[in-house]
């Protein structure tokens, strides 16, 4: 099943230096590792070749533009129908992404929102179809710092002893829109696309200083561009599926604690918190499925997780997920479908 390509220590580091901040120097990454920087060159150029890393990007954090809420849509139709249902989703403009099949849904679609009161119009639309038999929403409770890289085992490489994860801060839903004009948009464009995208570049193409980029970018990072990172298939890692949990927790005053709890399994590498059905979402990436059951069972074992639903799905081929680059153009902003469903946009 799975597709690993063998690397070493020195590969397995320089790929978990840059899914933590993708614009790392070669030269600090050559510190680093002890080798020259010649070397971290040829070696990137390898790890791109053999498609191990097949992405640069930023990415975005949706609620300063405005998307306070961000929605998974689990879409359950006939087998035979899927083509068409297929067709049907990826007409949709609300959609931003649609994955499927699963074992238990035939589609995911994930829609970013301003208002939550919007979402009743859309699973209408979409259950208007008479192909689509049911819609379930998923809605998070955040769209930032949900992706934890530095879980992921990257083999040869060991996780270093006594290494600990920290929790990033939560996202605030009454977090201020940007103020941002119409080159942020176009900085954050470039980067969210290439984020290891030369400054003197990015000022050549926008027509200004290079020191007003520099400038632009540092106030993007603290609030548009949430992480830069590459992007990396998970399959020539070795990994042969990814295990969606979902979990309902018993007390939710507790859920810090189960947070660090969750952030000590390996390769647990996003926890999303939820509204309604279920409290958290959490993706963990398997090589074998001995290690899922055992990481199933320190889950179960965490005081506070009362249920574990689990669907498992092929691993991705390009993670971390890009998921939000189409919100920063200006003219996807304020599409005019969104008007029927939410006059004050």
Known sequence: MGDRLKIDEIDAKIIKILLLESRTSLTAIAHECKITVTAVRTRYKRLWRDGIINGEKMLVNPHCLGYRHIVDLGI??????????????????????VVGPTCKFNFYGKVALKDLNSLH???????SNSKIKHVDAFI???????????????????????????????????????????????IAKILSENSRTPFKTIAQKLDISTKTVVQRYKKLRESLL???TITVDLNKLGYKALANLYLKISNRSKMSEIYSKLLEI??????????????????????????????????????????????????????????FPSLIDSEFMQPKYWRSYAPDY
């Open 76 to 97: 359950t139709t006939a087998v035979e129908n899927e083509k068409e249902v297929a067709r049907f989703l990826e007409s949709k403009p609300y959609i931003s992404e």
């Open 121 to 127: 119009g859309i699973i209408e639309d979409l259950e």
């Open 140 to 186: 998070w409770a955040e769209a930032v710092n949900i992706e934890f890289p530095q879980n992921l085992m990257v083999r040869p490489l060991e996780p270093e002893k006594g290494q600990k994860n920290y929790k990033t801060v939560l996202t605030k839903h009454e977090q201020a829109t940007c103020d941002i004009d119409e080159v942020d948009r176009k």
């Open 226 to 228: 949430s992480r830069s």
């Open 266 to 323: 390996p390769n647990l590498i996003v926890i999303i918190r939820l509204i309604d059905n279920y409290d958290l979402y959490c993706a963990l990436v398997i090589d074998d499925f001995e290690r899922l059951f055992e990481s199933n069972e320190k889950i179960r074992r965490i005081i506070g997780v009362e249920e574990i639903e689990v669907i498992l799905v092929p691993a991705p081929s390009s993670w971390p997920f890009n998921l």
